[in-house]
């Protein structure tokens, strides 16, 4: 009986060595063992460099239809958001004082064009007379040489015939004088259907009326905006870049954009233009997009999202950008070396929106670079263990 107490106190005392080593063989296991990460290698891919910029629609040419004259609007044909085209009647003015000017014109042409015939037969009875006077004269002047008529009675002949002389340039000087009334009729003719062809505005382009600025009762005067028109094949997106995402950007480079009404989709466009100032607060440079195809629907001012393609590589070296720290200021990536962490520094090229960078140098084939979560990576010191997880 004593035998069988001395061994089970015995084995009491030997199974806390037991629990104690296992205890520490678990606390390896779990909380003092080394991190799991996972490991990537370099892989080549396409990849597409793009710089973002946010900006709104914009219309490279608006323009304000509006009248040469002063008068009352009496009836529009087109309204807000209604195409139209160049020539098209958009709105008419009150006329009735032009027609009547028009009128007035006309009567006063048609009176100096009967005047002209008045004068014109008054030149060629004065040039007749003038042809018989030249007869007598110089009939009564022979006569008078020969002492058959006396010499009084010739130079009453030949003052007739200056007279006679005189009456023709006095009728040509009239007949000159109403061609000349004539030519200011027809100019005052011309000038009272300019006005009341003013009454009457038609679109001076294709495009769209953005904005009808007058209803119809309002007086307009010269330079007042009637309507607000924009050609939409001239609608570009005008995009702040900043100005260190400029390299590679220049007239001509693709781009998509992503409209706020639509932010599902992205339309085509290409650089239509560059600024050459830029704001010297925020350090950015205005971009002009132009879409591909024109938009049917736009509405000024609207916010807009630009990625300009700056660079593209095939079968470029890259890696996940997740995989990529700065580290004394340095570029790198973690690597794993004997189940140890080591930093690596490399050069970096393009960077697709994707999510991959290039990597120009720095790395060799086959080798296993560390990917983890940005705040697990910032707790990584050089030799550190880990376990690559399978």
Do not use: H
């Given at each position: 009986m004593d035998l069988i107490k001395t061994v089970a106190k015995k084995k009491k005392y030997m199974i806390w060595p037991v629990v104690l080593v296992a205890g520490v063989v678990i606390l390896k296991m779990t909380l003092l063992a080394p991190s799991k990460v996972k490991v990537v290698s370099v892989e080549k891919r396409d990849l597409t460099a793009q710089?973002?910029?946010?900006?709104?629609?914009?219309?490279?040419?608006?323009?304000?239809?509006?009248?040469?004259?002063?008068?009352?609007?009496v009836q529009l044909y087109a309204d807000q958001g209604d195409q139209v085209k160049r020539g098209q009647l958009l709105a008419k003015l009150e006329n009735d004082d032009f027609r009547h000017q028009e009128q007035q014109s006309e009567a006063g042409l048609s009176k100096s064009a009967a005047s002209l015939n008045v004068e014109q037969a008054n030149l060629q009875k004065a040039r007749t007379n003038l042809v018989l006077a030249e007869k007598n004269a110089q009939r009564f002047k022979t006569l008078a040489d020969k002492n058959l008529v006396s010499k009084l009675e010739a130079e009453q002949y030949e003052t007739a015939c200056q007279v006679a002389r005189e009456e023709v340039t006095r009728s040509s000087a009239a007949v000159e004088a109403v061609r000349m009334e004539q030519q200011a009729g027809r100019a005052g003719v011309g000038f009272a259907k300019s006005k009341v062809a003013d009454t009457r505005i038609y679109a001076p382009q294709d495009g769209i009326i953005i904005t009808r600025d007058l209803e119809t009762g309002a007086t307009v005067a010269p330079g007042l905006s009637i309507f607000t028109m924009a050609d939409p094949r001239t609608i570009w997106v005008k995009a702040?870049?900043?100005?260190?995402?400029?390299?590679?950007?220049?007239?001509?480079?693709?781009?998509?954009?992503?409209?706020?009404?639509?932010?599902?989709?992205?339309?085509?466009?290409?650089?239509a233009r560059l600024g050459h100032q830029s704001d010297r607060v925020t350090e950015e440079l205005e971009v002009d997009v132009a879409f591909t195809e024109p938009l049917k629907n736009f509405r000024l001012g609207e916010q807009s999202d630009v990625y300009i393609v700056s660079g593209m590589k095939k079968d470029a070296a890259s890696l996940p950008a997740a995989t990529l720290v700065t580290k004394d200021k340095k570029r790198g990536v973690w690597l794993v070396n004997n189940g140890k962490l080591a930093f690596r520094e490399v050069t970096v090229?393009?960077?697709?929106?994707?999510?991959?960078?290039?990597?120009?140098?720095?790395?060799?084939a086959g080798e296993r670079v560390v990917s983890a979560p940005s705040p697990v990576m910032a707790t990584?010191?050089?030799?550190?263990?880990?376990?690559?997880?399978?």
């Open positions: 710089v973002y910029g946010n900006g709104t629609v914009e219309a490279k040419v608006v323009v304000g239809v509006s009248s040469k004259i002063t008068g009352r609007i702040n870049v900043d100005e260190s995402q400029l390299k590679g950007v220049a007239v001509g480079g693709k781009a998509l954009i992503t409209l706020r009404s639509v932010p599902s989709g992205q339309l085509s466009g290409q650089v090229g393009i960077v697709d929106r994707r999510g991959f960078t290039e990597i120009e140098s720095g790395l060799n990584f010191r050089e030799g550190m263990k880990v376990r690559v997880a399978q």
